[in-house]
Structure formats: C-alpha cells, structure tokens
C-alpha cells in the first residue's frame, strides 16, 4: 500500500481516518490534527506563554515536543511525586529533554516542599494511592503553572484517557464531572486556563508520534498502576474499535458537541463557592483545601 | 450453596444481586422486581386494562405470564408480519398460550390488512427490514391498543434491551432519542400511555423465569436478525457485566435517575407537532404518516 501523501510503502493504517500513511509524512498529519484542535477550541495563540505539566510518559513529552516544534512559547513543569523506582526515571528524562532541547523547566519536589511523598501520604491516611496522587497534582500543577505567569496550563490526555473518563461518568452517571468534562476550562479566580491539546488523538497514534520522532519517555508503569476499572474500560473500548473504526471518536466527539453542553448548562457552575484555602491559599470549595486536609497530622 | 430464601440447593446464582436460589424460590423473586417496577413508575394498577403486545419470543410472553399470574386484567395483540418459516411459528405459540390460559387475543395479519407482508414492503421500498418493520409495528400496536380500549400498552423490553438503545444512542449522540428513553411514556393525543415492565430484569434473568415457569415462546430468530451492531454491543456489555457484575444495571438505572430527565427538560417534545395522519388519520409528525408513505405505491 502506498502512502498516502507520498510515493513511499505506508506503515502506518490509520482505519478510523481510511488512510494509510508512511513514516516520514505521518508526524505532519498528527501536527495538523493537534493543530486543528488547538485552533478549533480556541485553546492558545502564538502570542500566549503555555506551562506544559510533564510526568515524562509519552503523552506529555509528545505534546511538549509538539508545541514546541509548532513554535509556540512554552515551558515544563514537573513533580517529583517520590515514588521509588519510578520518580527517579521520570524525573532524568524529563530534564535531559527540556536540557537538550532548551526548554524551562520547573521542578518541584514533594516530599521537600510537603513533607510527604504520595505513597507516605496515601499509606498514613489510608486512601488509594491514585486518589490521592490525583488530587495533590491538580493542585500543585495549577499553583506552579499560575505562579509562573503563564497564560494556559496545557496536560497530555488524549482522546482514549477523555473518553474512558466520560464513559467511567456515565457509568456512574456523575452529572457534576460529565459538565466539566471538555477540552478547555477557561480561568475561574485563582484557577489558570486548562487545555487538552491530544483530545483529538487516539492512544496508539501518540505512541506512533512518540517513536517516529524519537521523543524520549518512559514507559514503564507505574508501580501502583492505574485502577483496575480504567484499564478494563480502555481494554474494552479498544476491542470495540478494531470492530468498528472510528467509535471512540464518534461517542467521544458526540458527547461533546452535543451532550456535556446540556448538562454543563444545567449544572451551574458553583463559582460562587470557590474561595482560598485559610492554610495555604489555593483555590477550594471548603474552608481549608483536600490537599491541606491531606498533609494534616 | 443454598438457597436464599429456603433449605434447597440454590440453581440460580445472580451475581448482581448476590444471591443465589433454588428453582422454586426464584419465580417470586422475579416477580417482586416486576412488582416493583411497576409501583415505583406508577405504571398501572389492578383498576386497568392492559394490552400486552406480544411477539412469542421469551420476553414478551413471560410479561403476559407474569403479569397474569399477579392478577392484572390483560389482554394481548400480535402482529403477523408475514414472514416465512418464523412468523407462523410465532402465531402458533401465541394462539396455543392465549387459548390455554383464557386470554383474550387480537391477531392482527399485515398481508390482509395492509396488501403487503414486511419482507415483500422493505423489499419494495429497499430499506433495511429491521428498520421497515419497527415502523410498522410502532404504528400498530399504538392503533391495536387504542382500538381495543386499553389504559396502558405494555411491551417486553427488558433491561439489556433498554441499555443497548440508550448506549446506541449515547454512540450517536442522539439526544431527542435520549430524551424518550424512559420505562413509561404517557399518552398524548392519539399515543396510548406505554410501559416497559421488565426494564429492571436481564436477559437472562427472564430467560430463567421463561423455563422454570415453562413458559412456551418461539426460540428462533428472525431471518432477518438483528442488525449487527445491536450483537456487538450486546455480547460486548456482557463480557462487561461478567468482569463487574452489576455494572449493567448501574449505568442504565443511572442514565435514567439522572441524566435523562436532563436531557428530556432541554428537549420540549414537540406536542403540538403531533396531528392525524390524512391517509390513515393515525398520528404522526408530518402530513403522512411514515407507515403510509411505505404502503403508497
């Protein structure tokens, strides 16, 4: 099969797009669709400083690498969660990458800033680990990306980490989280601009991006793993794709444009609720913040 | 194991439910969810007359069953659809069961009435036959049913049935379907009010009821089948529910407790929109009714 842009043999079957693609003009093509959802959502402009939250996974360093290969203004904030055998290897791709490829980079040490790493964290208060983990990095990434002046605060979820999301949602029909779920939550007080430029992008065709342009990442998971659900939806999810091509972008985009505006416009926005945390500041919607509460004796 | 309810060796295991009971116990298990069903949506009471529509498949004559068997004034309708090697198959149990059991029927035969069975119709008009027929039989039931001087129309669909049509339309996005995707519609002008007693059963669960209570229905399927995207999201759901049980039940009790009456409130059913067909005087959104737009030379 020939590509489809050039003379070359194609390696890479794209069966939701009908087209097959050969290694040298497939990263243009995943340009051109992260391209067309930043320009679609109104996510940034070249004039905006962007804060890019990296873990070091492949996703976050794909979409640092292409924005900064876009030519937009960016910068890397990173957490260094101290989770053993992992943290550490994150921790060297990621400044090797914004090293070489002269990129600022923030790093913030949790156990030096906070006392606690997040599996002290997670094993003294008896939580899950991922629950845990998940709240203190929405808000230490959110405070460093304001902190640092930045205009929009971009993270790496992808089409399938937003659909399984979605689909989890309605699993549990969380009428709250389905309302908030979209590609770009505008700034509210002291909240910074969120974008998710991947939405558009399926999983496997970011792991493409990554290999191609030879974007260094860790793949290693890890050790706590993702909760067992997520990994089964996603699972299922793909055994339905190689089914019929296309559906997780069709019930994803579907959502999207036609469902999460209802909701979003029925549940109001509590802004109203939102204040400053009376230990550290950060915006809750409680008197003192679920981070705090976390690192309370 | 035992038996939930007594000392008997339990046969039937429902995860989702966690319990397990033997074959003697189980009936009135099944029968207290329809019970249930049908008191928590007001659906009708002993007061009523109810027309059940019947195919001879498993769920529908296990819902004439059962709702017989707890005393409701029923009567029931079938359509013969005129196709070969199935729906004579079908009449045959209907009549021999109706017939035993003092129920009164009416048959309702397409070929005499209208000039045209479904396949030589959908033939004709080359449309999807699955498609055709539901069009078909929407209108006649509804016409049936009112003629007959019904309170309530009351259909086999159970809960698989229910979560497939909602997650078929979630895939679409089609909000307007979503929005009627309820276990009771209420009558407006011409529509008789229309109830879905076994929403809260599975598939298997009413198969157990349909063989402990031997109950006779046709166990073949249409030649025509169902379109395949119903089986693969149906085995698909399956495989699900094996690996969390319960999780089919969730979604769809969710779906229903909170994001369809969202959806519904936004989406104003077009009432006035609903007037007498000119042909067939049938109700109907346009000037003729999409059954006689089939029929029409």
């Known amino acids: 099969m020939k590509c489809r842009f050039c003379e070359n043999t194609a390696e890479i079957v794209l069966r939701r797009h009908k087209i097959a693609l050969c290694k040298k003009c497939y990263p243009s093509f995943f340009e051109k669709q992260v391209t067309y ?4 959502k109104k996510m940034f402009s070249k004039d905006d400083r962007i804060c890019v939250a990296i873990s070091g996974g492949k996703d976050s360093m794909s979409l640092l690498h292409v924005l900064k290969k876009l030519g937009f203004n960016v910068f890397a904030i990173h957490i260094d969660l101290g989770i053993d055998g992992y943290s550490d290897r994150c921790k060297e791709v990621v400044e090797n990458y914004c090293h070489s490829n002269d990129i600022p980079l923030v790093l913030y040490d949790l156990k030096e800033n906070k006392g606690k790493s997040i599996p002290e964290l997670a094993k003294k208060k008896r939580r899950p680990t991922c629950s845990v983990c ?15 002046n930045c205009d929009v605060l971009a993270t790496g979820h992808n089409l399938d980490d937003e659909l399984v999301f979605v689909f989890s949602n309605l699993l549990n029909a969380d009428v709250h989280m389905l309302a908030r779920q979209k590609p770009v939550l505008d700034s509210r007080g002291l909240m910074v601009k969120k974008v998710k430029p991947l939405y558009r992008v399926m999983d496997a065709e970011v792991k493409y991006y990554a290999d191609i342009e030879e974007i260094p990442y860790y793949a290693g998971k890890c050790p706590f793993a993702r909760d067992a659900a997520t990994t089964i939806y996603k699972k299922w999810w793909n055994e339905l794709e190689e089914k019929r091509p296309g559906i997780k972008a069709n019930f994803y985009f579907g959502f999207l444009r036609k469902i999460q505006p209802i909701l979003e416009s029925r549940i109001k926005q509590d802004e109203s609720g939102l204040r400053a945390c009376k230990l550290c500041g950060e915006p809750t919607n409680r008197e003192i913040c679920s981070v705090c509460m976390l690192f309370l004796e």
Request: cysteine-free; hydrophobic content about 30%; aromatic content about 0%.
């Open 134 to 148: 998940g709240t203190v990095k929405r808000q230490i990434t959110n405070k460093l990306a304001r902190e640092n």
């Open 37 to 40: 959802a930043i320009e679609k």
